[in-house]
């Protein structure tokens, strides 16, 4: 990389060791001083003066923050062995520890160095020898410092991949056209054909389950062995509850996974095919990729009360049984939980659905007695198997349901044998050039990375729009085709209240509690405050949503 293209890309990374986003200003002169720093320059107390006036300047953008930075003349060895030849005078670069003090610090009146500080820097360099401090080797403890700053700066922006360009002083934002998304604001949508003829795929199964206030899913690793075209499809599973309305919404946010670990977002499932699914295609590069599936809670969400009347799972005539109702329910639950859908169950596969379940892992003399004691092929549990091990549950418990019904209602199910609070699915990953794989990693909540992955995906697609009376508030208004997202930043440092009222929109549904509801929104932050999608999804629908601000709010109940 040369070096005018990597410079930009170092304050970048700069900027974002201290401050989470390049949304955010810089609020302080010592913040200013610390982003200038990671990137490897020098800040005198004069020069942070000249752009911070106290009690004038409010805040620096990240836009004025690399002007100033590229005021400042970036740091070589030379340049700090010619200083020290022209402070000094010496010529083997040597001097005395005292008279280089006197010149650091005690002649520094503005003093931008205290004696400690200076202290600590000679005691870590190991530059003094003798009552003689070593000015070329303190030079090359210098570039090396800074060199390790820039690094270390570099590091965070590989974490946080953050390329939005929107703070309180310009509305630019830097798009990656690879990335739009399909369904275009208020124009039509024409399905595209997706043709997969002869890609490489590799599918699994997973499953949304609702938890409380959570959405739980299968998660997945994703290796790509070669450079070329690639797709991610995520396909919905109709099931009797939905038929109505239409699948729940199931879509996919992908992240490149480095070596040391870190996820960086770089696309979603944002086209739409022709049999009504949604997919991501990019070029994606060789290594490990991380596919976090997504449903916006529209659809899925929990049930308000229990349906009237419960199914019996469990008969005794003069035997215990399984009834019919149970079986059927009991085999519908084997084919989610065999992810690979090659009609067994293997160890993880009957783990993810123990833990589920039970909130227990299968220990390994457990895996070792089911073995020994149900049908299996191969090392897996078998569909027979499977059934045998809830029979020995029922006869275990005399014939009592309770525990079957626990099992049943974490995987989704009613008492009528409904599953209304799950919803599975099929993600499929294809590829042009080579064989990729996908496994299961987990089965858990898409927790913090997923949550800020979708507002970005929101912010990316839509244009900010100021909202009336709330200078520090920034809406983004995502409206496609067949679904909807509205986020809302705050750019003080302070909470605010905002009434977000959607209730003049028509055939719509929300994932909140009501399509006019009122929100805090925290300082600094940015949250999603309504998705929305077609509540009949065969008739046309209208989406109108409207903020108002804190100040609005008080006029209203005046």
């Known amino acids: 990389m040369e070096a005018d293209e990597s410079r930009p890309r170092e304050l970048h990374a700069a900027y974002l060791c201290v401050k989470s986003t390049v949304a955010e200003d810089l609020d302080s002169a010592d913040e200013l001083r610390k982003a200038l720093q990671y990137a490897g320059l020098n800040p005198t107390a004069s020069f942070i003066e000249k752009h911070w006036t106290e009690g004038e300047t409010e805040s620096v953008t990240y836009e004025a923050y690399c002007n100033i930075a590229e005021q400042m003349p970036e740091i070589i060895i030379d340049d700090v062995d010619t200083l020290f030849m022209k402070v000094f005078g010496a010529v083997d670069g040597k001097v005395g520890e005292n008279e280089f003090r006197d010149m650091v610090v005690r002649g520094n009146h503005k003093r931008d160095m205290s004696e400690s500080d200076l202290d600590y820097i000679l005691q870590e360099a190991g530059v003094i020898e003798n009552g003689m401090v070593d000015c070329s080797k303190l030079s090359k403890v210098i570039i090396h410092t800074i060199n390790e700053m820039k690094q270390l700066s570099l590091q965070k922006l590989e974490e946080r991949s953050n390329y ?3 703070n309180s002083k310009t509305f630019t934002r830097k798009k990656r056209g690879k990335f739009a998304n399909a369904e ?9 054909l997706l043709n997969l003829d002869g890609w490489n795929q590799a599918s699994l199964k997973g499953c949304f389950y609702l938890d409380k206030q959570n959405v739980l899913a299968h998660q997945y690793s994703m290796e790509i062995s070669c450079m070329g075209p690639t797709v991610v499809k995520m396909t919905p599973q109709l099931v009797k509850k939905y038929e109505k309305q239409g699948p729940v919404d199931t879509l996919a946010y992908i992240f490149r996974e480095s070596p040391e670990g870190m996820r960086n977002y770089i696309g979603f499932t944002d086209h739409r095919d022709v049999d009504g699914t949604y997919y991501w295609q990019d070029t994606l590069k060789e290594g490990r990729y991380v596919v976090i599936p997504y449903t916006s809670g529209c659809r899925l969400r929990e049930r308000e009360h229990e349906p009237e009347g419960v199914i019996d799972l469990v008969e005794n005539k003069g035997k215990i049984q399984l009834t019919q109702e149970l079986r059927l329910i009991l085999e519908e639950v084997f084919q989610q939980v065999d992810l690979d859908g090659n009609g067994r169950l293997n160890r993880q596969e009957f783990n993810l659905y123990n833990w589920r379940t ?3 892992e299968v220990q390994d003399d457990e895996w070792d007695v089911l073995q020994n004691n149900f049908d299996v092929d191969d090392g ?5 198997g499977f059934m045998a091990l809830h029979q020995l549950e029922a006869e ?22 409904q599953q209304d609070q799950a919803a599975p699915f099929i993600v499929s990953v294809y590829s042009q050039v080579c064989q990729p794989s996908i496994m299961v990693s987990g089965l858990k ?8 992955a979708v507002v970005r995906s929101i912010m990316e697609n839509s244009e900010p729009m100021k909202i009336k009376n709330m200078l520090d508030l920034i809406k983004y208004e995502y409206i496609g085709d067949h679904r909807a997202g509205v986020v809302i930043q705050n750019k003080a440092h302070s909470k605010v209240t905002v009434r977000v009222d959607c209730s ?19 300082g600094k932050s940015a949250i999603i405050v309504h998705q929305l999608m077609p509540q009949r999804p065969e008739e046309e629908w209208n989406v109108v949503c409207e903020v108002i601000g804190k100040n609005d709010l008080a006029e209203e109940e005046e």
């Open 445 to 452: 909540s898409g927790g913090l990375l997923l949550d800020k």
């Open 380 to 384: 897996e549990l078998t569909f027979n």
């Open 396 to 417: 275990d418990n005399n014939g009592d349901s309770d525990d079957l019904w626990v099992s049943l209602e974490a995987m989704g199910y009613n008492r009528q044998g």
């Open 164 to 166: 939005q360009r929107i």
């Open 358 to 360: 039970s909130g227990e």
């Open 504 to 522: 003049r929109s028509v055939n719509v549904a929300t994932n909140r509690p009501g399509l006019d509801w009122t929100v805090e929104v925290a």
């Open 184 to 192: 275009a604001s208020g124009a039509t949508q024409h399905r595209s």
